[in-house]
């Protein structure tokens, strides 16, 4: 079986100030710090059979340019990538590894273990900063703590305010006016419910609401608008009675079932009174990533951009043993916007006539993995949307990433330092005015030179303003976020 580059285990951690070639913009002072599987197998014979289930690795740029203070003054990036030394990834490494979201048999003990007295750990999806404290998320509602300037692993974080649910939205998302961190966590049992929380930047976790579902959906992020929360419950769902059954059953997410002719309901819920002010359903689709949402019309229309594929067997796409052997045909998403009008459920009720209704718009007909948008746009309206680009149909895995124009359609793409790419982050540049004003960060991957590269790109232009290579090759990841305040030899 052919070996697909970037689905490799790197063991190595390593913490090195590297050279720039090109220049820094002098504000980029903070940091990325990404997430994703860094090893998928250990020599005590643990192995992992889903991409998902790799063991959580840290990385972290840091930038420094030059101050200017002399000749021999230049440009740096501080690197360093390091394991979090989980519960599972400990496991692993004595052999003992049970299984994960998608690797192992479980037992009804197994299942309700991993959901109620030891939540699973091997959170590999992103870091976030949550109450002044930097986490690692997964879709278990046990998070990770770290030190960002060491890597470390701190401990866990787990709630005891009785809203916890056993499974969590990996993506929470930030209202930037008032700092506000909503999540929603999915609890399951006789009554299977959906718990939406809001945490303020003083780490109050408050309660909005909570939504009954017979049978919860596999559901990765979701929408935020200043007044609202979106919930695209797929009809890719989980039959509670099943799942609590006796014996031995299949991974956890084999326990999903596709069931199309439910279509997808969103639930549209008010963030100050939790109530669910519609649900209307439109087609069943899937899909993991909500870009951003924002309002229109005073309120009446809600408007989001979900990355879209037709079914969930993008999921059976990501095993190890196909993404190795280069199977990669149903990993491309397509950006489509979904409008909903509220109707007479709006706020503005004076205004709104009738049912709520959805409305679906595709923006590109490219191919596209992990998509985002500027932070200055979270839950505001946006133009560019930046995401890894992928053929359809889909033959290799991202060899570009692309800045999608969502007002005339128009794309640009990038394709240099190496032949493969992962999710681009947009750092804004201070007092920007301009929404493509900043700067694009990606890491590509260079298989000749056995290498990885970060590429800073201007984010109007989309042309590299510098690129800084790292002294290995690292496997693709999921998610990263840049953090201002992560200074170069500075405490966090
Ligand atoms: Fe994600």
């Not at 390593?14 to 710090?33: E, K, M, N």
């Not at 201070?430 to 000749?448: I, M």
């Amino acid at each position: 079986m052919a070996s697909h580059p970037g689905f490799h285990s790197l063991h190595e951690e390593t913490a090195t100030s590297l050279p720039v070639t090109g220049s820094l913009p002098a504000w980029l002072t903070g940091s990325l710090i990404r997430n994703g599987p860094g090893a998928f197998s250990f020599p005590t014979g643990t192995s992992v059979d889903h991409w998902f289930d790799g063991f959580a690795m840290l990385y972290r740029f840091t930038f420094d340019p030059a101050s200017g203070a002399g000749p021999a003054d230049e440009d740096r990036l501080h690197y360093r990538n390091r394991f979090l030394r989980t519960d599972a990834h400990d496991a692993a490494r004595r052999g003992e590894f049970e299984g994960g979201f998608a690797t192992g048999e479980t037992t009804l003990r197994s299942r309700l273990a991993a959901f109620l007295t030891d939540p699973y750990d091997n959170t590999n999806i992103i870091a976030e900063r949550v109450d002044g404290e930097y986490v690692a998320l997964t879709e278990s509602p046990r998070k990770v703590r770290f030190d960002p300037n060491t890597l470390d692993t701190l401990g866990h974080v787990e709630y005891d305010d009785g809203l916890a649910g056993h499974l969590s939205c990996a993506h929470l998302k930030r209202d930037p006016s008032s700092g506000v961190l909503v999540n929603v966590e999915t609890a399951f049992g006789r009554r299977s419910q959906y718990h939406v929380h809001a945490t303020t930047p003083a780490g109050k976790r408050r309660h909005i609401g909570s939504v009954d579902t017979d049978k919860p959906a596999y559901m990765h992020s979701f929408a935020l608008t200043p007044h609202y929360v979106v919930l695209t419950e797929f009809p890719f769902r989980l039959d509670p009675r099943r799942f609590l059954k006796p014996g031995r059953q299949a991974p956890f997410i084999e326990q999903f079932e596709w069931e199309p002719d439910r279509g997808t309901r969103l639930i549209v819920l008010d963030r100050t009174s939790g109530a669910v002010v519609a649900e209307p359903v439109t087609d069943a689709l899937f899909g993991f990533h909500h870009v951003n949402a924002f309002e229109r019309n005073e309120g009446s229309e809600l408007v989001f951009d979900l990355e879209t594929v037709p079914d969930a067997t993008t999921i059976d796409s990501l095993y190890l043993e196909h993404l190795r052997a280069g199977e990669l045909s149903a990993i491309a998403g397509r950006i489509e916007r979904f409008t909903v009008d509220l109707g007479s459920a709006g706020r503005r009720r004076r205004y709104g006539i009738g049912e709520p209704t959805v409305s679906r718009e595709l923006l590109s007909e490219d191919g596209t993995a992990l998509p985002t948008v500027s932070p200055s746009r979270w839950c505001r309206p946006h133009r560019y949307v930046y995401a890894m680009g992928m053929d359809t149909p889909v033959t290799e895995w991202a060899q570009r990433i692309l800045k999608l124009d969502t007002r005339t359609g128009a794309l640009k793409a990038f394709d240099e330092g190496g032949e493969y790419f992962g999710e681009p982050i947009f750092v804004p540049a201070p007092d920007a005015e301009a929404e493509d004003d900043g700067v694009v960060l990606t890491v590509a991957l260079d298989t000749t030179a056995n290498r990885s590269r970060l590429l800073v790109l201007d984010g109007e232009t989309f042309s590299e303003r510098a690129r800084i290579t790292l002294p290995h090759a690292a496997p693709f990841d999921f998610h990263g976020r840049y953090f201002p305040e992560l200074r170069a030899a500075s405490p966090a």
